[in-house]
């Protein structure tokens, strides 16, 4: 878990209310990324980042959205629109795309 | 496009007795392949690569995987497990060229049983 780090580790909030994810790296890697993870799906790559000011979607990325001003920084916002966002949420870096990944400690969120 | 099968959802071992977690890859040209783990509540910890050369990979904690090109596989082991080794295991593959994020299968949950 060192060198990227994920607040807050446990959320909470109300179903129809937008939530920002918070993660941060200090690796000076050039790619980041955030995964969901539900019990028996294993790992669904919601976007990835290649570069400040670039992003592209995953595979589950309806209902996100997420910005990289900084190289160091990539929240992810869950909006209203995620049908069922109650997860555990998963941020990752990389020097680049297609190199091994350094995870966070994860967010679990939890909406009612 | 690049996959990954892990099909066992469980694997129960006794401490001490070896131990096998299965992955099975389906990807264009030559692979990049992981193993991470993860324990309870956590983010997911390497645990050691195959990118080229000899087919037997050492990584941390005692463990060890096996590519075999033949079989399209790329197995986790360790010779003698430990109750501590009781985790969720993912294997993890990338397509030659390397210019996507990996691609994880879905885990194997690995029981040691005292």
């Known amino acids: 878990d060192g060198g990227i780090t994920q607040s807050p580790k446990y959320l909470f909030r109300k179903e129809g209310q937008n939530v920002t994810l918070s993660c941060e790296q200090n690796?000076?890697?050039?790619?980041m990324y955030w995964y969901r993870q539900d019990p028996g799906q294993g790992l669904r790559l919601i976007y990835y980042?290649?570069?400040?000011?670039?992003?592209q979607k995953g595979d589950i990325a309806e209902g996100y959205s997420v910005s990289r001003e900084k190289k160091e920084s990539f929240p992810l916002t869950v909006t209203s629109a995620q049908k069922n966002p109650t997860a555990f949420y998963l941020c990752?870096?990389?020097?680049?795309?297609?190199?091994?990944?350094?995870f966070g400690p994860g967010t679990r969120l939890t909406v009612t | 496009a690049q996959s990954v099968a892990q099909p066992e959802d469980q694997v129960n071992v006794a401490e001490g007795n070896p131990l096998t977690v299965k992955c099975t890859y389906s990807?264009?040209?030559?692979?990049?392949l992981f193993w991470y783990v993860q324990y309870p509540n956590r983010g997911l910890q390497f645990l050691l690569k195959?990118?080229?050369?000899?087919?037997l990979v050492k990584g941390s904690y005692g463990f060890e995987a096996e590519f075999n090109k033949s079989q399209t596989s790329f197995h986790l082991k360790k010779p003698s497990a430990l109750v501590s080794d009781s985790a969720l295991y993912f294997c993890?593959?990338?397509?030659?060229?390397?210019?996507?994020?990996?691609?994880f299968g879905k885990g194997t949950r690995l029981s040691v049983i005292a």
């Open positions: 990752a870096s990389s020097p680049r795309v297609g190199y091994e990944q350094y």
């Open positions: 690796l000076n890697h050039d790619a």
């Open positions: 980042s290649q570069i400040v000011n670039d992003f």
């Open positions: 990807v264009s040209g030559n692979p990049y």
């Open positions: 195959y990118i080229t050369g000899d087919n």
């Open positions: 993890a593959v990338l397509p030659e060229g390397r210019n996507t994020p990996l691609v």
